[in-house]
């Protein structure tokens, strides 16, 4: 099936989306905190969208086994260049597999390509056609500038993040407010869904405590022994 230039541009908004909400309820889980893992401050983790366009347009006339191969290959690839150039921009590693097998740079690890490729061929053959069908159901008109400003409102937290990280260019006082207005938004809806989770987890699991919490027992205990 082919996809217009916008409809691309619905997949790959939509899968940065569901990219950060799936890296926040994982970092929710494990660290038990709220972590913004994307490369701007918008609720939006761009690999999984760049991911999405780059299987849907590089991988449209392969099938089968074929298909899931050009998946995990498209994972590996875009993991390492985007691991890569963000290690440039940022000087520092936006993730590391150091020490994982089969990883390249650390960088990149195969392990995780087989499961991420995975996702990427199940969202290829049966999720993206359902997504561009509820797309279409919005006005064109209206689907078109809701993308547009998408792009225009990333493009200015991306070059937010970069003058601020680099404290190059003029008026970064105003471009840091900008940073932080754009901060903002992921953090209040991070936390929203942190809590929600940290609430069903303690209904789930009642007689578990959290570090935190196991921390500030030894605290109160250390203070009754003084």
């Not at 993040?161 to 404290?167: F, P, S």
């Amino acid at each position: 099936m082919e996809f217009t230039f916008y409809e691309l541009g619905f997949f790959f908004f939509i899968y940065s989306f569901i990219g950060w909400l799936y890296e926040v309820v994982s970092s929710a889980i494990v660290q038990k905190k709220f972590v913004n893992v994307g490369l701007v401050n918008l609720p939006f983790c761009t690999f999984y969208g760049i991911l999405a366009v780059f299987v849907t347009v590089f991988s449209r006339g392969l099938y089968g086994a074929w298909s899931y191969i050009g998946s995990v290959i498209s994972v590996v690839a875009i993991r390492w260049f985007v691991g890569m150039a963000g290690e440039k921009i940022y000087h520092d590693k936006i993730w590391d597999y150091t020490g994982k097998r089969l990883n390249i740079g650390g960088y990149a690890s195969f392990v995780q390509a087989l499961i991420l490729g995975a996702v990427a061929f199940v969202s290829k053959h049966w999720i993206n056609e359902p997504l561009v069908k509820a797309y279409n159901l919005v006005p064109s008109i209206v689907g078109l500038v809701i993308i547009c400003a998408l792009v225009v409102i990333v493009f200015i937290d991306a070059v937010a993040t970069l003058i601020v990280l680099h404290g190059k260019g003029k008026n970064t006082e105003r471009w840091k407010k900008v940073d932080e207005q754009f901060e903002g938004i992921s953090k209040s809806l991070g936390d929203k869904i942190f809590s929600y989770i940290a609430k069903r987890l303690k209904k789930a699991y009642p007689k578990k405590k959290t570090a935190d919490e196991n921390v500030e027992q030894i605290k109160q205990a250390e203070e009754q022994m003084k």
